[in-house]
T-cell receptor
Framework: TQLLEQSPQFLSIQEGENLTVYCNSS?????LQWYRQEPGEGPVLLVT?????EVKKLKRLTFQFGDARKDSSLHITAAQPGDTGLYLC?????????????FGKGTRLSVIA | DSGVTQTPKHLITATGQRVTLRCSPR?????VYWYQQSLDQGLQFLIQ???????AKGNILERFSAQQFPDLHSELNLSSLELGDSALYFC?????????????FGEGSWLTVV
């Protein structure tokens, strides 16, 4: 099973600040997904990136897939308290392997008003 | 609301006991997944079913078993419970169960073993 390392593990920032969290692996994935999990709820899919170098934007969130498809980043601009949660990245292994998603341990973000 | 329903939401039980967690997938989804989430291990894949058949197996202990029934609901059975089994157990579902298919998580079942 391929591993995904997420950093930082914890992040506490003030409202209005920008931040970037990272998801890294030594292995190639056919795609990467980002989820947000709020307390008491299950993870919810935010985005899927498929092509190396791809950048996707979701309002104030910008997701990038590394050129080699081994890593990804999530940048949040002007963070708000509603962004608080656990951000998980999950990798889809290259086609031909029937293995479900591999999750990183997540970055726990706290945005203070 | 993801459409995936899990029961019970909270469960407290003693070591050595057995519990059953239940999951109803989203309407129309044929595949069900079970994940265990703990603070130190993160979200760990346990097992996947597709249309009643086991499709993939992850880090599931021998004390744990699961099945998917003809009506597509699934149950995860945890036996001979240990303190370390305390965790949040998620069920998720997807339409086809193929890698990369969007999966939808339920709200989880909190298990506390005392």
């Amino acid at each position: 099973t391929q591993l995904l390392e997420q950093s930082p593990q914890f992040l506490s920032i003030q409202e209005g600040e920008n931040l970037t969290v990272y998801c890294n692996s030594s292995s190639v994935f056919s795609s990467l997904q980002w989820y947000r999990q709020e307390p008491g709820e299950g993870p919810v899919l935010l985005v899927t990136v498929v092509t190396g170098g791809e950048v996707k934007k979701l309002k104030r969130l910008t997701f990038q897939f590394g050129d080699a498809r081994k890593d990804s980043s999530l940048h949040i601009t002007a963070a708000q308290p509603g962004d608080t949660g656990l951000y998980l990245c999950a990798g889809v292994e290259p086609s031909g392997r029937n293995t479900p998603l591999v999750f990183g341990k997540g970055t726990r973000l706290s945005v203070i008003a | 609301d993801s459409g995936v329903t899990q029961t019970p939401k909270h469960l407290i039980t003693a070591t050595g006991q057995r519990v059953t967690l239940r999951c109803s997938p989203r309407s129309g989804d044929l595949s069900v997944y079970w994940y265990q989430q703990s603070l130190d291990q993160g979200l760990q894949f346990l097992i996947q079913y597709y249309n009643g058949e086991e499709r993939a197996k992850g880090n599931i202990l021998e004390r744990f078993s699961a099945q998917q029934f003809p009506d597509l609901h699934s149950e995860l059975n945890l036996s001979s419970l240990e303190l370390g089994d305390s965790a949040l157990y998620f069920c998720a579902s997807s339409a086809t169960g193929r890698p990369g298919n969007t999966i939808y998580f339920g709200e989880g079942s909190w298990l506390t073993v005392v």
